[in-house]
């Protein structure tokens, strides 16, 4: 397949759509115009695996700016935009293999077809590409051998990548994009945070103030969902499974719960853990009239929907992105885009702004492996910290702030063991 997309008529206002995030993406920009002049991706197959959005469209165009031969398939069946696939065909000639609503067997077809381009770099968001190449039935062992290294984007496909390393099992190495602090600062708690509060808004039309309001996970996610809910003023519970993260959260001023305690309680709850099953059958039995469930979590597996549907009587579709199940004892609770990622199936997904650093850590992650892969091991590797400054720099740049520099005195002071009281 060249691509595989909904319609090219639909290009217009795609372009028009990647040009308005692009106007929010100063730092990735700023690599592209270097990209450009430097070329130091020529020649180098890149396979991403994705959300196809304005924001990703940029990414896209910046690899091949710097000479990568890219291709893009969705990593979420309800991410995609589907003009923005098309843009980047017609306008751009990337290979997209994305339709918006595509089912199981459809998107594991479009994750076949980047893999079949015999990417030397690879890029993730959820490791489906990494996962595919590890696993015994992938019909292209060339394929995983060609592979110089990747990168990954979220909590759950570090997680799962990290699994790979402990085993042994790990075929390449791995820059981890997740764990830059300025992906963290911005992309989990900020991004995060913000798109998850609107894709429930838009989802509902619902207030949240006065809401009690579920957060289940205090990760950076967790913490940025929890801080723009009483923000809007929500009372705000957290649940968690890690003593440090459940006593940071009580220092922060939340309410601090297990799930079986919040459940008769909380109006609106949001799974944010990488983990399954986190609300479930004895959950659900205890919920409210009208509870709202949603995840921002990556997969949708934290919310045991086999299980409430085993519960139900009646499962309709009252309206866009709101499923309503009805409990054998007519008690009524709301599912949001089908326990998917609510930010991006809802809503838009986190603001460019906040994309600018994640996709800014890729691009320059995709550079490190094309030049260093020959010397890095089998292993996860944390995004290179000189790559994380330089991109913090290059926002307060954008920005036009200023901070302080060392003087030679104070940068000998920091250097001595000698001096001091």
Known sequence: MKHDIRSLALANKGKDRIEWAGQSMPVVLSIRKN????????????????????????????LKEGGAHVSLCASNPLSTQDEVAASLVKHYGIPVFAVNGENSKQYYRHIQAVLATNPQVTMDDGADLISTLHRTRDPRPETRDSIWGSTEETTTGVIRLKSLEKEGKLQFPIIAVNEAQTKHLFDNRYGTGQSTLDGIIRATNHLIAGQIFVVAGY?????????????LGAQVIVTEVEPLRALEAVMDGFSVKTMAEAAPIGNIFVTLTGDRDVIRKEHFLKMKDGAILANSGHFDIEIDIAALK?????????????????????????????????????????????????????????EYIARHHDNLGRKVYAVPEPIDREIA????????????????????????????T
């Not at 200023?402 to 005195?409: C, E, Y």
């Open 35 to 62: 990209f450009s002049r430097t070329k130091p991706l020529k020649g180098v197959r890149i396979g991403a695996c994705l959300h196809v959005t304005s924001e990703t469209a940029n990414l896209m165009i910046t």
């Open 219 to 231: 990760g950076w996610c967790g913490k940025g969902v929890a801080m723009r809910a009483k923000g």
């Open 310 to 366: 085993k519960l139900s009587r009646k499962t309709q579709r009252i309206r866009s992105f709101v499923d309503e199940y009805i409990l054998q004892n007519r008690k009524k609770i709301y599912v949001l885009a089908e326990g998917r990622l609510v930010n991006l199936a809802a809503a838009e997904g986190h603001p460019a702004s906040v994309m600018d650093l994640s996709f800014a850590n890729q691009s320059l992650s995709a």
């Open 393 to 420: 720099r290059l926002k307060l740049e954008a920005m036009q702030i200023s901070i302080d520099q060392l003087t030679p005195v104070q940068k000998g002071y920091l250097e001595s063991w000698q001096l001091g």
